[in-house]
């Protein structure tokens, strides 16, 4: 599986962005579990939002209420809306994506370590 990110930049606070994260390759991506990681130089790669491959979600606290991770099969696409950006969201953000033994309603709990599949990382910036 191949995953491409896109969708980050820079942004004013308050303001907002949509990352994309589309998957390609051998699989059902049906059958995906898919998540948004971010990473500030120094520090380690911090779960963000979490999907199941039945569309189960999962948030950290600092962003929930704030972003939204949703999927398209359709499209094989994960994406991550974010809203009401504070400069402390700003980092390398990461798709990340492994395979559910079926479809499951609820995010698998994973560490950074146990996925299968990352794709490039995207700059997001937020000035305050």
């Known amino acids: 599986v191949q995953l491409q990110a896109c969708g980050g930049g820079l942004v004013q606070a308050g303001g907002s962005l949509r990352l994309s994260c589309a998957a390609s390759?051998?699989?059902?991506?049906?059958?995906?579990?898919m998540g948004w990681y971010r990473q500030t130089p120094g520090k380690q790669r911090d779960m963000v939002a979490t999907?199941?491959?039945?569309?189960?979600?999962d948030y950290q606290d600092s962003v929930s209420g704030r972003f939204t991770i949703s999927r398209d099969n359709a499209k094989n696409t994960a994406y991550l809306q974010m809203n009401s950006l504070k400069p402390e969201d700003t980092a390398v953000y990461y798709c990340?994506?492994?395979?559910?033994?079926?479809?499951?309603?609820?995010?698998?709990?994973?560490?950074?370590?146990?996925?299968?599949?990352w794709g490039p990382g995207t700059q997001v910036t937020v000035s305050s």
């Open positions: 390759g051998t699989g059902d991506v049906n059958f995906l579990g």
């Open positions: 990340a994506a492994d395979w559910d033994t079926r479809i499951l309603s609820s995010p698998v709990p994973r560490n950074v370590g146990e996925y299968d599949h």
């Open positions: 999907i199941s491959s039945g569309g189960g979600v």
